[in-house]
């Protein structure tokens, strides 16, 4: 991640964009076979960790979870509580497992990462390649019939997805690291343009694509959960709080009530991260001790139909 002479938050581009596919593939879905290594700090991790929970591939594709503070090592493997470490390659830096795949590798360290244990090698660190293979090329394997990418609306899905990261998932972090206040106040107006349009849709229908929880939910349920946690104040995303949008406050107590869902949500892991890794926001690295905030109050959002 970096900046550009304007002052905006630039993103880096995923380097690694192998695929995992059934028939005649050198990435074949196989159980036991790939490791998922992830922060839970991440919103782009966690959406992997939802995905491979609500799919039943937890026996299938194993885990291993940074600690959630970057350091000067960037993300590292520790005993902290809700950590697990990397029991594949023994790393002690997730650097490790990069240099594993590319000996010369110069690039940022990202979480998630998708590794193949028999090629030892990555096969994929880009999140949004990562769930859609999980939903549509472990199907034979997994432990459920839950469908999040179903054919006849992978079009919609898609849009959607492509709709929400420029100016929500993303919309957040370009605001939180502009070091120049246009094009901050840009993506603050763009985020609560698309908060707002979100709000009046999700009256008329309980999830972004109609009445189902698809991989478009998911990316959209990453970052509302963690916007009144850190990005309200840290990011400066300061003109509404989330519970201020019944409706996408109520969407966002939906998802998180969904079985298997809340068990993937560290608001410690979150917090922790955010304040104390990004000193460049936040130099005193004081973490702060709220705000409280139950996920688990009851809504309406199963009477809502389009």
Known sequence: MWNNKDGEFVRYTSEFRNRITRGQSRFAPEADRYHLYISWACPWA????????????????TL??????????????????????????????????????????????????????QYRTIVNNESLDIIRMFATEFTDISKTN??????????????????????????????????HQRPYERAYQALFRALHDWESKLAGQRYLCGNELTLADICMFTTLYRFDLVYYSHFKCNRKHLYEYPNLWGYVRDIYQTPGIAETCHSDHVKRHYYLSQTEINPTRIVPAGPEIDFNTPHSRGDVRR
């Open 64 to 117: 291993s979870v940074v600690d959630p503070v970057w350091n000067e090592k960037g993300w590292t493997f520790s005993t902290e509580p809700g950590c697990i470490p990397d029991f594949v390659n023994g790393a002690r830096d997730l650097i490790d497992i990069y240099r594993l795949a590319n000996p010369s590798y110069q690039g940022e360290e990202t979480t998630p990462v998708l590794w193949d244990k």
């Open 46 to 61: 966690h959406r992997t960790a939802i995905v491979r929970g609500l799919l039943g591939l937890g026996d299938v594709i």
């Open 146 to 179: 839950r469908d999040l990418y179903p054919a006849s609306l992978r079009p919609e899905i898609d849009r959607t997805i492509e709709n929400i990261y420029p100016t929500i998932n993303n919309g957040v972090y370009r605001a939180g690291f502009a070091t």
